[in-house]
């Protein structure tokens, strides 16, 4: 691996010329999950975290983003951050890190704690746990999926939230209800952290960042709208871990799409000091500070994985 190292190093100097590596993880799971073979497990992520260890110094973001503006970065920089507020993330993902001896930062949706389901967890699970062959949504205009097989229910989940993801929410709402019935089966409430959970990920010295209170597409709402959401989120976890929060993550996350000019300003005015994208690229000193580009590759061997990984430092990420 060293001539990969050599190489993130001759690309992500110290300092000046520095540049910063986000990568971006949303669940792990205990096991592989047929629905979602590249959503990584417990094995998997601790083989990735071996990886990035051996090439990449891995840092807290808030430290990263201290080194941004005083264009001070070590080499080979790197942050890992988690977006939603999974269970898993407190219950898998944070031992294995801490047996790396390693940070994360976790981009939490406030409303989805203690019991709650993001939509798209509702869409997935009627359809994983859906007893019939067939799902008939002819009703909402999405047709009718077969349900025979593994790759036929991710075909379904697949089709119906690129449909849907984009409506607006009181009409993306109604939809993930019509699936659900025509599902007919009982839905999981354990999916998301519970705030006693995130108290105690705070307290073992992870991040807490804010995502919004329901997750929505913030360019698709009005600006009264956005910024409740914004600081209203920030509010309410602030207050279950007792610390202001200076991290931000833009639900869904590319730019223009899903949050404009507007919403960044917003997140500013809330009091954040920086906020990540879905966006590919490497931030350097000169990066807008509330439009930090993140990353994750999911090559299946170690070469591949850090050679996108180095390459993805070409790119500056797409901003509003």
């Known amino acids: 691996m060293m001539p990969v190292r050599m190489l993130a190093s001759m690309m992500s100097p110290a300092g000046a010329a520095g540049k910063l590596s986000i990568l971006i993880f949303h669940r792990v799971l205990p096991r592989p999950d047929p629905l979602f073979p590249e959503e990584p497990d417990a094995a998997r992520f601790d083989t990735l975290l071996r990886w990035i260890k051996q090439t990449y110094r891995v840092i807290p973001l808030e430290e990263a983003v201290h080194g941004l503006q005083h264009a001070s970065l070590p080499s080979r920089a790197l942050s890992i951050t988690f977006d939603d507020g999974y269970a ?4 898998v993902a944070m031992p294995i890190l801490q047996r790396h001896g390693l940070h994360a930062t976790f981009f939490v949706a ?3 704690l203690d019991g ?5 967890d509702t869409v997935i699970e009627s359809v994983r746990a859906a007893r019939q062959d067939s799902l008939n949504l002819e009703k909402i205009g999405l047709g009718e999926f077969l349900l025979d097989s593994a790759s036929a229910r991710r075909h379904c989940i697949d089709s119906i939230l ?3 993801k984009h409506l607006p ?3 993306r709402a109604n939809a993930v209800d019509d699936v659900a019935a025509a599902a ?5 409430n354990d999916l998301m952290m519970s705030s006693s959970e995130l108290r105690q990920m705070s307290e073992a010295g992870m991040t807490i960042g804010g995502h919004t ?3 929505p597409i913030l360019a698709s709402l009005t600006s009264v709208q956005a910024a409740s959401e914004i600081g209203e989120g920030k509010r309410a976890l602030e207050e279950i871990i007792g ?7 833009y639900p869904n996350g590319k730019p223009v799409r899903d949050y404009t000019r507007r919403d960044r300003d917003l997140v500013e005015a809330a009091g954040y000091g920086a906020a990540v994208t879905t966006a590919a690229g490497a931030s350097r000193p000169d990066s807008d500070l509330f439009q930090l580009p993140r990353f994750t590759p999911w090559d299946r061997t170690q070469l591949r994985f850090l050679g996108r990984l180095t390459h993805n430092l070409r790119r500056d990420g797409e901003r509003v």
Not at 116 to 120: C, D
Not at 243 to 249: D, E, G, I, S, V
């Open 110 to 112: 406030s409303g989805f």
């Open 243 to 249: 610390k202001p929060m200076n991290l931000f993550a």
């Open 213 to 215: 209170v329901s997750h």
């Open 162 to 164: 690129t449909r849907i």
């Open 116 to 120: 709650g389901r993001m939509w798209n």
């Open 169 to 171: 929410p009181v009409e």
């Open 184 to 188: 007919d089966v009982e839905l999981p």
């Open 88 to 91: 898993d993330n407190a219950r």
